[in-house]
């Protein structure tokens, strides 16, 4: 549908849904966006239960048919494509499940059946205020977050549309790596949330907050606010420059146990199937380093006092370490004993977890050494 369209359909499904709902937003689309082939919409605090039901939500909202994969939190919802209006498309019929997933769905009676002129709404049901407004921040302006995500990765940082801003326990990874024999490091465990609120995220990677929730007027100029944050360095400016060499990007990441070249390849394969993700790699990062007065390996972080970190406690550090480190101290300083005593938990867990697995390898490998003793014998 074109963006007239989009916003005046738009427009009439807020108001229907805000009549069963508390809270009803939509994300700031991706800019320049020529055409629309859905609306979706975020919504929490339902006014009724029987709003939550995917059957009900359709016939509350008069929709033509409705689509709900099993354990998912979203409705896809059908509506009539208004009869005065142009661009009526004549639509395939329906499948019985999603089809990027092998999980059956539950559908409305005609769902698979029915053959007419509709417009897509997926309604997306947040359990509460707060995991609205950050799926809200996450999934605004299209792939921002794709273009930020390769930026802070290199630094430990991760983004997760479920549950916020994380950060790895290079602890732990170094430790997985000095002792071996206890496999790879679950996500979960190698983890840490630094913050799940979008202001808190906004004012630690240096982003204006203000101009975040404006739309942008073109790619480029979504380009340049990314550029803005206090991780962003220049393609092949990664290290620093005493071990730069070549552009290879090779270094070692303990926060994951890969290399950052992994990283870059993950961002990479995005190259494919997103136009504004391929612009940002190979147009974009080659003509716009990095400020001169920043540095790739240990940016300036104000904390929350206006105070800069320190940067001389990984002077002596590997590069990769460094960047590790100073997104680490940044954090500690920008969010305070907060999040200091929240990481220190979870690394002291994590490495109990993996102490306790590395110890039980040592006494499995002992015993199971002694002539004519099998580890199912000994019940290992």
């Not at 630094?155 to 206890?182: D, R």
């Not at 929350?304 to 997104?327: C, F, K, Q």
Request: proline fraction near 6%.
């Amino acid at each position: 549908m074109s963006p007239q369209m989009y916003q005046k359909l738009k427009k009439e499904i807020v108001e229907r849904l805000l009549k069963h709902f508390e809270y009803v937003r939509v994300a700031i689309e991706a800019p320049e966006k020529r055409s629309y082939g859905d609306i979706d919409v975020l919504v929490c605090n339902p006014i009724s239960p029987e709003i939550c039901d995917a059957a009900g939500l359709s016939c509350a909202l008069s929709a033509k048919l409705w689509r709900q994969t099993k354990g998912s939190d979203t409705v896809n919802l059908a509506f009539e494509w208004p009869e005065e209006e142009e661009g009526r498309v004549e639509f395939p019929d329906l499948p019985d499940s999603s089809p990027d997933s092998d999980t059956p769905s539950t559908n409305s009676p005609t769902m698979s059946t029915t053959k007419e002129v509709l417009f897509q709404v997926d309604v997306k049901i947040c359990p509460s205020a707060k995991a609205l407004d950050w799926t809200l921040f996450s999934l605004a302006h299209g792939d921002l977050w794709g273009v930020l995500g390769s930026i802070i990765r290199p630094y430990g940082l991760m983004h997760s549309q479920q549950l916020g801003l994380m950060i790895g326990i290079h602890e732990i990874a170094e430790f997985v790596g000095t002792v071996g024999g206890v496999g790879g490091i679950p996500k979960h465990l190698g983890r840490v949330l630094v913050t799940d609120d979008p202001s808190s995220t906004l004012g630690f990677l240096g982003l204006d907050s203000a101009q975040y929730w404006e739309p942008f007027e073109s790619i480029d100029q979504m380009f340049d606010y990314a550029a803005t944050c206090r991780f962003y360095t220049a393609w092949g400016r990664r290290e620093r420059k005493e071990d730069q060499g070549a552009e290879t990007g090779k270094e070692q990441s303990c926060t994951e146990g890969k290399s950052i070249e992994t990283s870059c390849h993950r961002s990479r394969r995005q190259l494919a199937k997103r136009d504004i993700i391929q612009r940002w790699f190979t147009e974009y990062k080659p003509a716009h380093p990095a400020p001169a007065s920043r540095s790739a390996a240990l940016p300036t972080i104000p904390t929350s006092a206006g105070d800069p970190i320190p940067e001389a406690e990984t002077e002596t550090v590997a590069p990769a370490t460094a960047r590790e480190l100073t997104a680490l101290q940044a954090a500690k300083s920008f969010f305070g004993t907060s999040f200091t005593t929240r990481y220190n938990a979870a690394w002291h867990r994590t490495l109990l977890i993996f102490g306790t697995r590395h110890l039980w390898a040592d006494i499995r490998q002992i015993l199971t050494t002694k002539e004519g003793a099998k580890g199912d014998e000994l019940g290992l």
